[in-house]
């Protein structure tokens, strides 16, 4: 099966990285020209809790350089994934697959308006944090879901799972309710990832105050109005407890959008509080908790020159 992974960011090196060392047939396409001759020439490097080594995958900036993938798995934040279609249409065996794991919702759609009926959408908890050029580290072992978006388990999708399972990453599932993951993935970012980078802490010192889990209450008692008004059915028994269970389980970790920031990049608010505030909107439900984060976000991003030191 021939891979290709859209994005050489953090999670896309990863799981490419630990794919290439499994043994799969796997292609980087990257759009930063810097990045994709640093990998030609130096190598991808990987540490953390797969160990430490370097490794060649291949890689290409130039999409016409790749044909006929069996799988793409688009990593790119969400902001970028529909820019990623026209490349993907080009790419893809006329039996391809794509395979998006982003946080948020919305990716799955965007990639469906492109390419009808060839896509699968998951999750997967494995960490991910980019060090500098070409340097990663992984994070953190995880479960990994995916399935069909309308619930059904079909011999492509096994294939894929199969594929996934051989990576040194941690247990791979198919799912007959791909969509209640992404949902109940979303809760659990929506919960964590604007609170933690606005009050600037680690994941683990959100729930040390009763503020912070009232704050915690209040994004996830939003989100679950929307997730009833929609019929959707989570994997999460109790999604309040799950969130703080995370935070205690990564209270040593910056989150991606904290990460971001610190970075001076864009975050994926839109897809995260910011979904949630319009997915409310649009039954006729209020959110302002998401919304008031969302837009605090938002406005973090658009100062990031005025930051007082």
């Known amino acids: 099966m021939k891979v290709i992974i859209i994005g050489a960011g953090a999670l896309g090196s990863v799981l490419g990285g630990l794919l ?59 902001y970028d994934t529909a820019s990623t279609i026209p490349a ?23 990639l469906e308006s492109g390419l009808p009926g060839r896509v699968l959408l998951g999750t997967t908890t494995m960490g991910a944090m980019t060090l500098g050029r070409g340097r990663f580290r992984h994070t953190g072992f995880g479960d990994t879901h995916l399935g069909e978006a309308d619930g059904s388990i079909r011999e492509r999708t096994r294939k894929v799972v199969e594929l996934l399972a051989t990576m040194n990453g941690g247990p791979v599932h198919v799912v007959n309710n791909a969509m209640g993951s992404v949902w109940s993935k979303l809760i659990v970012n929506a919960g964590i990832n604007a609170p933690c980078t606005l009050l600037r802490v680690r994941n683990g ?11 915690i209450h209040d994004v996830v008692r939003e989100c679950l109005a929307v997730v009833e008004a929609k019929g959707i059915k989570l994997i999460l028994d109790d999604p309040e407890g799950r969130v703080i269970a995370v935070c205690h389980g990564t209270a040593g970790n910056l989150n991606s959008m904290f990460q971001d920031i610190l970075a001076g990049r864009g975050t994926e608010i839109d897809y995260i509080n910011g979904a949630v505030a319009r997915e409310a909107e649009g039954l006729g439900l209020e959110a302002p908790v998401n919304r008031t984060l969302a837009q605090l976000i938002k406005a973090l991003e658009g100062t990031a020159d005025k930051r007082v030191q």
Do not use: C, M
């Open 20 to 78: 290439h060392e499994a043994g799969a047939d796997v292609v980087f396409l990257e759009r930063d020209l810097e990045e994709v001759r640093h990998i030609q020439e130096q190598g991808l490097w990987l540490e953390g809790v797969s160990g430490e080594r370097l490794i060649r995958p291949a890689i290409a900036a130039d999409p016409s350089e790749i044909r006929n993938a069996d799988l793409a798995l688009v990593v790119v934040k969400s």
């Open 88 to 110: 993907l249409q080009k790419i893809l065996a006329s039996d391809g697959v794509v395979l998006t794991l982003k946080n948020g919702i919305g990716n799955y759609e965007t």
């Open 205 to 215: 010192d959100l729930p040390s105050t009763a503020a912070g889990i009232e704050l």
